[in-house]
T-cell receptor, first 116, second 113 residues
Framework: NAGVMQNPRHLVRRRGQEARLRCSPM?????VYWYRQLPEEGLKFMVY????????ESGMPKERFSAEFPKEGPSILRIQQVVRGDSAAYFC??????????????FGPGTRLLVL | GESVGLHLPTLSVQEGDNSIINCAYS??????FIWYKQESGKGPQFIID?????DKRQGQRVTVLLNKTVKHLSLQIAATQPGDSAVYFC????????????FGKGITLSVRP
């Protein structure tokens, strides 16, 4: 049973370009979460999605960032017009159920975004 | 073994000793806690979890202790091995937080051979 998969593992973009990060949850998991990690810091929640629904985007910057989890295919985190401050590691996690009351989230290997 | 709070970012222990990693969580309403281990260049890896109706839970070589009175969580690793070297994070769930995990800053565990 493959774990959470993310690609690309490393992404380099110039300021102003778009970054697209993909996440395939574990088999049987229908809940996806995106977190951002800055160097020397813990992970910060960004967004929680179920298939075709955004459940909680309270941690997502209001502009330039968007996320989706379509009926078919991976979840996508999109960052438009990237700036140097977007450089970070972006992790995706998945769980089989909603997590309300606590459900373990399993993390992917992350995408390391570098904005030049 | 040594214990350290989150305000000290690095814990160095001798191989074979026991390690104790401490975490002060923020929300008294949190009812589920997880310890994750993160090796360099990898994603967080689940180690052990505990719910708020328990004060201790044991796994293989690891034990988590929860003290709700002082909002304190600790991870004990028995007979620490070089492969335990990593950054350790505690994470908490709060009811009504809509499933998001709140992570602590992390502690680097360094195992001396």
């Amino acid at each position: 049973n493959a774990g959470v998969m993310q690609n690309p593992r490393h992404l380099v973009r110039r300021r102003g370009q778009e970054a697209r990060l993909r996440c395939s949850p574990m088999k049987g998991h229908s809940h996806v979460y995106w977190y951002r990690q800055l160097p020397e810091e813990g992970l910060k929640f960004m967004v929680y999605l179920q298939k075709e629904n955004i459940i909680d985007e309270s941690g997502m910057p209001k502009e330039r960032f968007s996320a989706e989890f379509p009926k078919e295919g991976p979840s996508i985190l999109r960052i438009q017009q990237v700036v140097r401050g977007d450089s970070a590691a972006y992790f995706c996690a998945s769980s089989p159920t909603s997590g309300r009351g606590g459900e373990t989230q399993y993390f992917g290997p992350g995408t390391r975004l570098l904005v030049l | 073994g040594e214990s350290v709070g989150l305000h000290l970012p690095t814990l160095s222990v001798q191989e074979g000793d026991n390690s104790i990693i401490n975490c002060a969580y923020s929300n008294s309403a949190s009812d589920y806690f997880i310890w994750y281990k993160q090796e360099s260049g990898k994603g967080p890896q689940f180690i052990i979890d505990i719910r708020s109706n328990m004060d201790k839970r044991q796994g293989q070589r690891v034990t988590v202790l929860l003290n709700k009175t002082v909002k304190h969580l600790s991870l004990q690793i028995a007979a620490t091995q070089p492969g335990d070297s990593a950054v350790y994070f505690c994470a908490e769930y709060s009811p009504g937080a809509n499933s998001k995990l709140t992570f602590g800053k992390g502690i680097t565990l360094s195992v001396r051979p």
